[in-house]
């Protein structure tokens, strides 16, 4: 009976256990990751779009090419909006201040999304790390040098076109 009980305790002690710390944004670390697309699941969002898309950087340069994503996670006054493409005309980023901020697969930054109603959200902006495709190749945009992303049009909507 007492070695059961001993076998039981040396269990629950060797068992390894999630705590606070070790959950992305968990209680008393703020500065933690927060997963890419929002509180839950993890990984790709699901009814991911692909948009024909303009990027442009700091240093003036641009590229336009087609983005495959989902919904844009932005920390605002109200929480965590998950905004649709769709509904998004532009992403602004303001220019990074001392260290960036690692995010899993991407960074935070302070920016806003104007949607296509004209509003426009601020807060801090969830950028993953992207992949453009264009004429030349694939391309990965340093989020730390992103100014803005504007959409053209869904890419599908483009193939239609005569």
């Not at 997963?35 to 699941?41: I, R, T």
């Not at 303009?54 to 844009?72: C, D, H, P, Y």
């Not at 995010?103 to 109603?117: K, L, S, Y």
Request: with cysteine; glycine share 12%; charged share 20%.
């Amino acid at each position: 009976m007492i070695r059961t009980g001993w076998l039981a305790a040396l269990l629950v002690a060797l068992t390894p256990w999630t705590c606070p710390g070790q959950v992305p944004g968990g209680v008393g670390f703020p500065n933690a990751p927060m997963p890419p697309y929002g509180p839950a699941p993890y990984g790709p969002a699901q009814g991911e779009e692909e948009w024909t898309v303009k990027v442009e950087t700091f240093g003036n340069q641009a590229v336009t090419g087609k983005l495959r994503l989902g919904s844009i996670a932005i920390t605002c006054d109200l929480g965590l909006y998950m905004i649709k493409p769709g509904k998004i005309k532009s992403i602004e980023l303001a220019p990074p201040k001392g260290q960036p901020i690692q995010d899993g697969n991407g960074m935070r930054r302070e920016g806003a999304v104007i949607t296509m109603a004209g509003e426009k959200v601020t807060g801090t902006v969830h950028v993953p790390d992207w992949t453009i495709e264009t004429d030349l190749g694939m391309l990965t945009p340093d989020p730390q040098n992103l100014k803005t992303l504007t959409f053209l049009a869904r890419a599908k909507d483009e193939e239609k076109k005569p």
